[in-house]
């Protein structure tokens, strides 16, 4: 009897630390944003975050790439307001000018984290390279600090490993443009806490986006579908059964997609794509899904990388 008392009394102490504990962390409110990476995502969640009342620190590897990613943000930022603040341009200025005072920039990682209290990464889809920043990060940023990864494709876990707070890592994959794009996923891996992936719940709401939670898995549920589907119409136009142009267009007006897989491969980036596939080739090998495409190779050979570089499988002017 006493027992059972005494484990019960146990148990509800753990639920009241619990409750207390996972309150407080709740009331933690994400202000101070820290994004590692400004190129086109990482540029799109900083005007997002920035545009929402959050603090803002974009990192970069030299000024010239971060001021590229702020008359980015800018030129974005103009584009909404346009709609926006259609009958009242003013405003729409001083939007765009609070706006950009919540963003500054630096070359220092170490010294961007020191006040932050979410970081995301959003730097090149490479896995040791982002070890290496998950670890580097984690000795400079403070104990409360969540560390979340951009990643459309590698293992929260393998980053998660590389640092002594994997209870709080966890995934949030924006979407292309972020500033148009409603969905965020949020991944959890087997070590978040309940509390991290509430805070990431929060915050993806708190940007305006529409959170769904995703486990750990090959590409999430966006990726892991839309991937396959970009490679099968490569396929499909290497044998000679449609042209690109066809293609996007059928995808367009036969299956309502905004844009077809042509066009949105050179929007996402092609390097971005063959990282993916090259990655899940690795790891299953004779899953048809993911077999090479000589196409593709050889674009992404010649640095013709799609929209990013003026040259995909289309090509575009500045
Ligand atoms: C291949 C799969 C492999 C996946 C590999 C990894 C990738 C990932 O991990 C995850 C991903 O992101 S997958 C990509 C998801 N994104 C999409 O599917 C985008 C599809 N496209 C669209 O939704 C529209 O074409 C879109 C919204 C982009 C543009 O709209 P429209 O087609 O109507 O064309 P526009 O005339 O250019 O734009 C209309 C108005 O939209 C606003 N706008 C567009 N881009 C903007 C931006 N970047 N910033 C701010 N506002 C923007 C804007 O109001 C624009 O009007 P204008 O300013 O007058 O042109
Ligand atoms: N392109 C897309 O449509 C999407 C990409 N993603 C993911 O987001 C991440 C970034 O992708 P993009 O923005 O397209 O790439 P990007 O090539 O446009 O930008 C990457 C940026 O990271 C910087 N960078 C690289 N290593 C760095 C380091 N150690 N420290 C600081 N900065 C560093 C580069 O200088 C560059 O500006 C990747 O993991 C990608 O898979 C996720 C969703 C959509």
């Known amino acids: 009897m006493f027992r059972l008392f005494s484990s019960n009394m146990a148990f509800f102490t753990h639920q009241i630390q619990r409750s207390f504990s996972s309150s407080v962390v709740r009331n933690v409110v994400i202000k101070n944003v820290t994004i590692i990476g400004g190129g086109q995502m990482g540029a799109g969640i900083a005007q997002v975050a920035a545009s929402t009342g ?68 959003a730097i090149v889809e490479n896995m040791k390279i982002k070890q290496d920043l998950f670890g580097f990060l984690d000795k400079m940023a403070p104990e409360h600090t969540i560390f979340a990864s951009n990643t459309s494709s590698l293992p929260i876990s393998d980053m998660a490993s590389a640092t002594s707070r994997p209870d709080r890592c966890g995934g949030l994959h924006f979407f292309n443009p972020v500033p148009m794009m409603k969905l965020v996923e949020v991944v959890a891996t087997s070590s978040t806490s309940p509390e991290t992936s509430e805070s990431l719940l929060n915050f993806t709401k708190a940007l305006g986006k529409t959170p769904v939670c995703c ?69 299953e090998p004779d899953n048809p899904l993911f077999a090479p495409s000589d196409l593709l190779n050889k674009l992404v050979a010649e640095g013709k990388l799609g929209k990013k570089s003026l040259e995909g499988f289309y090509k575009y002017s500045k």
């Open 215 to 283: 486990k750990d898995t090959p590409g999430f549920i966006v990726n892991r579908l839309l991937v396959p589907y970009m490679m099968e119409a490569l396929r499909l136009h290497e044998r000679g059964h449609g042209s690109k142009e066809d293609i996007d267009i059928a995808m367009k007006l036969g299956a309502g997609y905004p844009m077809g897989p042509f066009e949105l491969s050179d929007y996402v980036g092609l390097d971005t794509i063959k990282f993916i596939t090259d990655g899940w080739r690795e790891k």
């Open 54 to 121: 959050h603090s803002v620190t974009l990192v970069d590897m030299t000024d010239d790439i971060l001021k590229k990613a702020m008359k980015g943000i800018q030129g974005s930022l103009r584009r909404v307001v346009k709609k926006k603040f259609s009958d009242d341009p003013e405003s729409g200025d001083d939007f765009i000018q609070k706006v950009m005072q919540n963003v500054s920039t630096t070359t220092n990682p170490a010294a961007a984290v020191t006040t932050s209290d979410l970081v995301v990464e």
